[in-house]
């Protein structure tokens, strides 16, 4: 029997969850229903990584709730700081920006603020520590000359190695249906390989995701799109099944399981390779859509719900360089002395 992606990721955080501290499960349990089993994974790595911290680097034998009591905030800015350049457990050297501390530290606010809220903990330093300010990049996307291009490899093959020629031949439907449905969806890579067969409706042309937070959200599908899964689903998807008659995944992999993300990750870096110096991954095709969308439509309104944030806020963060581009356009439509 297949296991769900959510399957996989609560083995997963029930391993993570063993090496921590035992106060550290009831936290786990306490905030699975607000957030999503990807997010408690990413907090039990963070925790796991500042415990180690605490024992490695601050010599502390055994992690208790009386010694995280007693921490301060100029402690976890020392964390913080310690993590900006530290030997991991296998001797690499890891490097960590503002962008990641600020993950660590998401972590540590939501751990404390439990604790603190079911008076586990008398204090909460961590929410006495500032933010580190992440400098913001400009936005990557594909330009439709690249788009095009890219899905010309995938037809062709052009550009492919002979073991990836002899693989791409056999998922060459599923690969440009991928492809259609992330730039023209703006759906998050973890959602496309979610979908089930049952998730489609050709006859309205909807199709139902699962958001962050476990959230039900139906999507509209182009019509490039709808020919795309069609044609999938006729020509390609039965060999890929191959015995697993029951699989209820939408889209699946050569060993006739549903694709993973990694899969997926893997597939756009092969066929973006080579097309363009520009570094793609699927989070690059959704920002790509959610560019062309605001940009032809101006409203950041329908950019948001089509993207899925929760809060307009988020996606006028990302697209506030469109916004600039359109007050620089408008610069000269109110005049004052008529010629």
Do not use: W
Not at 184 to 211: A, P, W
Request: proline share 2%.
């Amino acid at each position: 029997m297949e296991l769900s992606n959510f399957e996989k990721n609560e083995l997963a955080l029930d391993s993570l969850i063993d090496v921590l501290p035992d106060f550290c499960r009831d936290f786990f349990i306490g905030t699975s229903t607000i957030n999503t089993s990807r997010t408690q994974i990413r907090y039990a790595h963070s925790l796991k990584m500042f415990f180690d911290y605490l024992k490695d680097v601050v010599g502390i034998s055994d992690i208790t709730l009386e010694y995280l009591d007693s921490l301060t905030p100029k402690d976890i800015e020392e964390y913080l700081f310690y993590t900006t350049t530290y030997v991991d457990q296998n001797g690499k050297v890891r490097n960590n920006q503002a962008a990641t501390k600020s993950n660590k530290l998401s972590a540590l606010r939501s751990f404390y603020k439990y604790l603190y809220a079911h008076d586990m903990l008398q204090n909460n330093p961590a929410m006495l520590v500032n933010t580190p300010k992440i400098r913001k990049k400009e936005l990557t996307t594909l330009s439709p000359d690249e788009i095009g291009r890219i899905m010309d490899k995938i037809y062709t093959g052009n550009g492919l190695s002979k073991r990836q020629m002899n693989f791409a031949n056999k998922t060459r439907y599923r690969d440009y249906a991928i492809f259609v449905l992330l730039l023209s969806s703006g759906m998050r890579v973890s959602e496309l390989v979610g979908i089930d067969m049952s998730d489609i409706n050709f006859d309205s042309c909807e199709i139902k995701i699962i958001r962050k937070g476990l959230k039900e959200q139906i999507i509209y599908m182009s019509d490039e799109a709808e020919k795309a899964l069609k044609e999938y689903i006729e020509y390609e998807r039965g060999s890929l099944v191959g015995n697993q008659k029951d699989l209820t995944a939408l889209f699946v992999s050569l060993k006739h399981q549903r694709i993973s993300v990694r899969a997926v990750e893997s597939m756009v870096k092969k066929f973006t390779s080579g097309v363009t110096v520009k570094k793609i991954s699927p989070h690059k095709l959704r920002t790509t859509f959610g560019n062309t969308l605001y940009n032809e439509t101006g409203d950041i309104y329908l950019t948001a719900t089509a993207l899925g944030h929760e809060s307009v806020n988020t996606t006028s963060q990302y697209y506030s360089r469109v916004d600039r581009e359109r007050v620089r356009s408008a610069r000269n439509i109110v005049k004052i002395n008529e010629d």
